[in-house]
């Protein structure tokens, strides 16, 4: 496994939120992550990255410890986190956001690749990130991120408040990561769009991995249907 975490324990002072948790994405696969509010999504994420330190457990990448690294070397250990609500850093110009991620890894970063995923972005290099769209400064977020050229890259609901086809392109990019090589942990509340598009996926409750398998296998299941598809057959 490129990304593997091990029986993961973190949480928020004395709250424990994740229990126990195992998964683990391949080189060249889309894992989804898929659970109600407050399932530990978001957590999982953070303590895989660093922001907050597991209580037990072990992430490795490319078979190498990172458990609680500092977050600010996870770029050049080879992980990038793409957070929630697309952060990007308003007065900059869309060029000196995505220098930001390649400064990380202390290159200069492959702007020509990010913007072949991302062809919109090339005519607004030199405008501030503030005034994009919303789904364009999910993609400068994203292209920060693969400027650092990372072995796995893990994106916290990159659909959210985005138009179809927006989301459509977004799943397209993260498809085309896959292709070339890159473990994709896609945690996200959309789970047509996801399971659209991954490969496997694991559905989180209350802090703990419940169900995994193919999308194909878990939208059999009724419960994953009706809590998480509109009770629609897929
Ligand atoms: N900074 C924090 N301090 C204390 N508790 C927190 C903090 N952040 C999250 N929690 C709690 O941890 C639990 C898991 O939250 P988390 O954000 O990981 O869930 P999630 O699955 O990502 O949900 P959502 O889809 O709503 O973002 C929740 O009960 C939440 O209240």
């Known amino acids: 496994m490129m990304l593997e975490v091990s029986g993961l324990h973190a949480g928020y002072g004395k709250l424990g939120v994740l229990h126990d948790v195992s998964l683990g994405v391949d080189a060249g696969e889309i894992l989804t992550v898929v659970g109600a509010n407050g399932a530990g999504k978001t957590t999982l994420l953070r303590a895989v990255n660093g922001l907050i330190r597991p209580t037990a457990g072990s992430v490795k990448i490319d078979g190498t410890d990172i458990t609680g690294k500092p977050t600010e070397r ?3 250990l080879g992980l990038t986190h793409v957070p929630e609500n697309r952060l990007c850093f308003p007065t900059l110009t869309v060029r000196d956001n995505l220098m ?3 400064w990380a890894r202390g290159g200069k970063g492959d ?6 995923l991302f062809p919109r972005l090339e005519p607004r290099l030199n405008q501030a990130a503030g005034t994009l769209s919303g789904g364009e400064q999910q993609m400068v977020a994203i292209g920060r991120g693969l400027m650092a050229a990372p072995k796995a890259i893990m994106l916290d609901e990159p659909s959210i408040g985005l ?4 989301v459509a392109e977004i799943m397209r990019v993260l498809g085309r990561l896959r292709d070339q090589g890159l473990a994709v942990l896609l945690v996200e509340q959309n ?3 996801s399971f659209g598009i991954a490969d496997r996926a694991v559905v989180m409750q209350r802090g703990r991995v419940v169900l995994e398998g193919t999308p194909a296998e878990l939208v059999e299941l009724p419960e994953v249907r009706n809590a998480y598809l509109g009770g629609a057959a897929a």
Not at 111 to 116: F, I, K, P, T
Not at 163 to 166: E, G, L, Q, Y
């Open 111 to 116: 702007e020509a690749a990010v913007l072949e």
């Open 163 to 166: 138009a179809p086809k927006v």
């Open 100 to 102: 930001l991620g390649a």
């Open 74 to 76: 996870m770029a050049s």
């Open 191 to 193: 789970v047509r769009a």
